[in-house]
């Protein structure tokens, strides 16, 4: 039996901050950020906007062009959850209309969470196979202002509708992980940003994708050759270059001359570069950006994907590209989207870092910003209101 992405939609907010106006203010070099991490702009959620709307106006298009009926699960994963209780998941359910009878969950391993999410929702699709799984990703990536991390903050949400007859994507049954307790990257509950040993978590980012891959080759057999493209987990666009280079010592092949490796790698970066780090949701953005941009038939191909959350959860999987896929995405929606951004001056965006909600169940109502079908209109006695424009 086939299973896996059977639609796929990407959703950023619609304010934007150019990386070359932070560099000015740090009195760094724009090339540090624009060639050296490899990333142009950083999205910039408005306060009327949380992961519950990032992830519900990603979810949006799928469900209307899709139906809603057979929908059974919904996992959303999150490392910038809203409450310590109730699941965000449940908040899209009512957002989008799904019906009653209905899983909602939430999980969380920081950027690997969205795989944990597609693989429990392979599982329980194979044992209702009439039935579709909503996998949702959404996260906002803040570190603290002036940091090393803060260049690579970013935001956006990922949705994927599973099924087991997938028109994009048909995963591999076969994949490799590996888990390791670290202290790389993390948030105590008591903070808005996240702490981040950079240099580290950039070398555990390395070193247990080598670890996955030796796993994933050992389960499938294949090696780097049998893959058309590879996605990579995106904290900044950078790293995929290093981790081609990585992998493609590990099976000794040869590196590609540039414009091969630019044509190999690039496709599933546009997005990133343009958003920074979504966290959860960077890898299945990268894959939408790669089906959305790589100007050769798919189809039939095998794609890999490395999935890392720090903490650390590494897994290297695959699957293969539906024929007629290109039929079934929505490239349109996705660069419209993007290209109709409003951007921010550093002081807007100091302004909008700095805001903060009431914890003391006072009436607080959000002024309107420009965003998807859905806001988060207010907030009263500690309960979040949102509602459709
Ligand atoms: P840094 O210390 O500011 O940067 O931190 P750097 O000095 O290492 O420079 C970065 C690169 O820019 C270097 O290239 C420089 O040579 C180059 P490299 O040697 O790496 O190839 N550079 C220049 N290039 C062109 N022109 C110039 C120039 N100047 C320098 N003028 C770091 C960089 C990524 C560590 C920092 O941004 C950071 O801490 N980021 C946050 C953590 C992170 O992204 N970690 C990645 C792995 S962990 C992960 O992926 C999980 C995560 O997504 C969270 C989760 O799982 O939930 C983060």
Redesign the pocket.
């Known amino acids: 039996m086939n299973i896996g992405i059977d639609l796929i939609s990407f959703h950023a907010p619609s304010y934007v901050l150019d990386l070359r106006i932070l560099a000015e203010m740090r009195g760094?070099?724009?090339?540090?950020?624009?060639?050296?991490?490899g990333q142009e702009r950083m999205a910039i959620v408005p306060p009327d906007q949380d992961i519950v709307t990032l992830a519900a106006n990603a979810a949006l298009p799928i469900v209307d062009k899709a139906g809603r009926d057979d929908i059974e699960l919904v996992i959303l994963a999150t490392?910038s959850g809203i409450d310590q209780s109730k699941a965000a998941a449940l908040f899209c359910h009512k957002l989008l209309g799904l019906p009653a009878a209905c899983r909602c969950i939430e999980v969380k391993?920081?950027?690997?969470?969205a795989t944990a999410a597609l693989r429990m929702a392979a599982a329980m699709v194979a044992a209702r196979p009439h039935t579709k799984a909503l996998v949702l990703a959404a996260?906002i990536?803040r570190?603290d202002l002036a940091?090393?991390?803060?260049?690579?903050q970013g935001a956006g949400a990922i949705a994927m509708l599973v099924s087991t007859r997938p028109r994009v994507l048909a995963l591999d049954p076969e994949s490799g992980f590996h888990a390791e307790d670290i202290m790389?990257?993390w948030r105590p509950n008591y903070r808005e940003e996240?702490i981040?040993?950079?240099?580290y978590?950039?070398?555990?980012?390395?070193t247990t994708l080598l670890r996955a891959w030796k796993n994933y080759h050992a389960a499938s057999g294949r090696s780097l050759t049998d893959h058309a493209h590879l996605c990579f987990?995106?904290?900044?666009t950078?790293?995929a270059?290093?981790s081609f280079e990585r992998l493609c010592k590990a099976d000794g092949i040869p590196l590609p001359p540039r414009d091969e490796l630019e044509r190999l790698i690039d496709p599933a970066l546009h997005y990133n570069r343009q958003t920074g780090?979504t966290?959860?949701a960077?890898v299945y953005e990268a894959l939408a950006s790669l089906l959305d941009h790589a100007p050769a038939n798919l189809a039939r191909k095998r794609i890999g994907l490395f999935s890392?959350?720090?903490?650390?959860m590494a897994e290297f999987f695959s699957g293969v590209v539906q024929a007629g896929y290109r039929d079934h995405l929505f490239t349109d929606t996705h660069r419209t989207m993007l290209d109709s951004r409003t951007p921010v001056t550093y002081r807007q965006y100091e302004d909008i870092f700095n805001y903060g909600v009431p914890s003391d169940g006072a009436d607080h109502v959000f002024a309107p910003y420009r965003g998807g079908a859905f806001r988060l209109a207010g907030i009263k006695d500690h309960k979040r209101r949102y509602e459709a424009k």
């Not at 070099?29 to 060639?35: A, E, G, L, T």
């Not at 940091?147 to 690579?152: A, I, L, R």
């Not at 890392?308 to 650390?312: A, F, Q, T, V």
């Open positions: 760094v070099d724009p090339d540090k950020f624009v060639i050296g991490i490392e391993e920081a950027c690997y969470g996260d990536a570190y940091s090393p991390g803060e260049p690579t790389d990257f996240a981040v040993d950079g240099k978590s950039t070398r555990m980012y390395l987990h995106l904290p900044f950078k790293i270059y290093k780090n966290y959860a960077c890392y959350g720090s903490g650390c």
